[in-house]
T-cell receptor, first 115, second 114 residues
Framework: NAGVMQNPRHLVRRRGQEARLRCSPMKGHSHVYWYRQLPEEGLKFMVYLQKENIIDESGMPKERFSAEFPKEGPSILRIQQVVRGDSAAYFC?????????????FGPGTRLTVT | KNQVEQSPQSLIILEGKNCTLQCNYTVSPFSNLRWYKQDTGRGPVSLTIMTFSENTKSNGRYTATLDADTKQSSLHITASQLSDSASYICVVSAGGGGADGLTFGKGTHLIIQP
């Protein structure tokens, strides 16, 4: 499987619970990006990570949201104490080099529903 | 502020017909422009990526044009098929190393009717 993998594909959480979204980049890619997409809206950048480092988190809310990309294993987007407004599709993308110059490859997304 | 505007917001055409989607941008400095296709419930898939020096680029029935002077791009779909029903997203890169150098349009929602 050469593509970007995300899991789970669908996640339902009650208000106040934690959501953990996982992303495995394409083989050989060390640059990972997380985006959020609300219904009928465009993709909004959240955070850009390289292995073990957060490069740019300017699009991620300061509270309740965090992201990591450890040396081993997938990248994780963590949302604590979820609220209804967190319901959205979350997409992960990876690239071989910084995405502004090189192609980004997107995963299938995780659809988070907060009840 | 860097912006990407796409038009129309939505479009319905009959199978077999051609259509053209527009993208206007105010992104500086300009590095490249990309068109993505996003099927419902799926992640975006790249169609083309064009640099400053490229005016036209084709990928099967999809042809993208770029006018860097007027800061406009178009995506032309020839002989549309039902599988072309999707959202088409224009993304402009300002270069640099950070992901905030990418500006996304809201997309054009295309529906192909039989």
């Amino acid at each position: 499987n050469a593509g970007v993998m995300q899991n789970p594909r669908h996640l339902v959480r009650r208000r106040g619970q934690e959501a953990r979204l996982r992303c495995s980049p394409m083989k050989g890619h060390s640059h990972v990006y997380w985006y959020r997409q609300l219904p009928e809206e465009g993709l909004k950048f959240m955070v850009y990570l390289q292995k073990e480092n957060i490069i740019d988190e300017s699009g991620m809310p300061k509270e309740r949201f965090s992201a990591e990309f450890p040396k081993e294993g997938p990248s994780i987007l963590r949302i604590q104490q979820v609220v209804r407004g967190d319901s959205a599709a979350y997409f992960c993308a990876s690239s071989l080099q910084p995405s502004t110059l090189y192609e980004q490859y997107f995963g299938p997304g995780t659809r988070l529903t907060v009840t | 502020k860097n912006q990407v505007e796409q038009s129309p917001q939505s479009l319905i055409i009959l199978e077999g017909k051609n259509c053209t989607l527009q993208c206007n941008y105010t992104v500086s400095p300009f590095s490249n422009l990309r068109w993505y296709k996003q099927d419902t419930g799926r992640g975006p898939v790249s169609l083309t990526i064009m640099t400053f020096s490229e005016n036209t680029k084709s990928n099967g029935r999809y042809t993208a044009t770029l006018d860097a002077d007027t800061k406009q791009s178009s995506l032309h779909i020839t002989a549309s098929q039902l599988s072309d029903s999707a959202s088409y997203i224009c993304v402009v890169s300002a270069g640099g190393g950070g992901a905030d150098g990418l500006t996304f349009g809201k997309g054009t929602h295309l529906i192909i009717q039989p």
